[in-house]
């Protein structure tokens, strides 16, 4: 099966503090993999050097088999049309409506109708379960909870192949947060993309039924199912599993 992502001997750092070192990381088609670590382990940082807002000092990103230093735009171009991203606070343009928020992506494309453009924004509403009217909606209207499917909605705009997440659950109430990893769930499935989400809330990642990628002692200590590195043995997977649920 193609690696979808894979990076290779990465080496991050901010000034004299190494972030990530020697670190490998690979991820199937169709695979949905939670990110965890602690505080300051690189989280964040591995999920831009995913996207390309960062570089590592040195290492190999590919993203589907394109190395995120190849020179050529096109070819760079391409990649990003095949992912989107979800950001922890939604982070929706204030000034935009709903629907011109999910617009926003398809218009970059600068290869659609207005009426096309116009159709894909209500399906996308339709897929994050979200009515009509709300594409007048402005951000400030939205709830914590429509925010987030608006976001993903934005996301899902112009179809990637591989979907980023970062804490999609932050900020949600119990029942909310339960809602929208069914939502993640039943979209994965019938549409196949491939998800990476860093998050800390262990409900999340029983909900999605991922597997785990612990980012521990500057590199990813531990990949596979949930059980199995619920039972590795590390001080971070103790402290964050305890006694397993699974």
Same mark, same amino acid.
């Given at each position: 099966?193609?690696?979808?992502?894979?990076?290779?001997?990465?080496? !991050?750092?901010?000034?004299?503090?190494?972030?990530?070192?020697?670190?490998?990381?690979?991820?199937?088609?169709?695979?949905?993999?939670?990110?965890?670590?602690?505080?300051? !382990?690189?989280?964040?940082?591995?999920?831009?050097?995913?996207?390309?807002?960062?570089?590592?000092?040195?290492?190999?990103?590919? =993203?589907?088999?394109?190395?995120?230093?190849?020179?050529?735009?096109?070819?760079?171009?391409?990649?990003?049309?095949?992912?989107?991203?979800?950001?922890?606070?939604?982070?929706?343009? !204030?000034?935009?409506?709903?629907?011109?928020?999910?617009?926003?992506?398809?218009?970059?494309? @600068?290869?659609?109708?207005?009426?096309?453009?116009?159709?894909?924004?209500?399906? @996308? =509403?339709?897929?994050?379960?979200?009515?009509?009217?709300? /594409?007048? =909606?402005?951000?400030?209207?939205?709830?914590?909870?429509?925010?987030?499917?608006?976001?993903?909605?934005?996301?899902? /705009?112009?179809?990637?192949?591989?979907?980023? =997440?970062?804490?999609?659950?932050?900020?949600?109430?119990?029942?909310? #947060?339960?809602?929208?990893?069914?939502?993640?769930?039943?979209?994965? @499935? #019938?549409?196949?993309?491939?998800?990476?989400?860093?998050?800390?809330?262990?409900?999340?990642?029983?909900?999605?039924?991922?597997?785990?990628?612990?980012?521990?002692?500057?590199?990813?200590?531990?990949?596979?199912?949930?059980?199995?590195?619920?039972?590795?043995?590390?001080?971070?997977?103790?402290?964050?599993?305890? /006694?397993? !649920?699974?």
């Amino acid at each position: 099966m193609e690696n979808v992502i894979e990076m290779r001997g990465i080496w !991050s750092q901010y000034q004299d503090v190494v972030i990530h070192r020697d670190l490998a990381f690979q991820v199937a088609a169709g695979e949905v993999v939670a990110l965890v670590g602690g505080s300051g !382990s690189g989280k964040t940082t591995l999920l831009r050097e995913i996207l390309g807002l960062l570089k590592p000092v040195r290492g190999m990103v590919k =993203l589907f088999g394109v190395d995120l230093s190849d020179p050529d735009p096109m070819r760079q171009r391409n990649i990003r049309q095949r992912l989107g991203m979800l950001f922890q606070q939604g982070a929706l343009f !204030s000034a935009l409506s709903v629907f011109d928020n999910i617009a926003f992506p398809l218009r970059e494309l @600068k290869r659609l109708d207005e009426d096309w453009v116009r159709d894909l924004v209500h399906m @996308k =509403l339709q897929m994050v379960e979200l009515e009509p009217h709300h /594409a007048q =909606l402005m951000p400030a209207e939205l709830s914590g909870g429509m925010i987030k499917r608006v976001a993903l909605a934005r996301a899902l /705009a112009a179809e990637p192949e591989l979907l980023l =997440l970062d804490e999609p659950t932050a900020g949600l109430d119990p029942v909310r #947060s339960r809602n929208f990893v069914r939502l993640i769930k039943d979209l994965q @499935k #019938s549409i196949g993309f491939t998800v990476v989400l860093v998050t800390h809330d262990l409900e999340t990642i029983e909900g999605l039924g991922s597997d785990v990628a612990v980012l521990a002692e500057q590199r990813i200590l531990v990949k596979g199912s949930l059980e199995a590195v619920a039972h590795f043995d590390h001080p971070f997977t103790r402290q964050f599993f305890g /006694a397993p !649920s699974v």
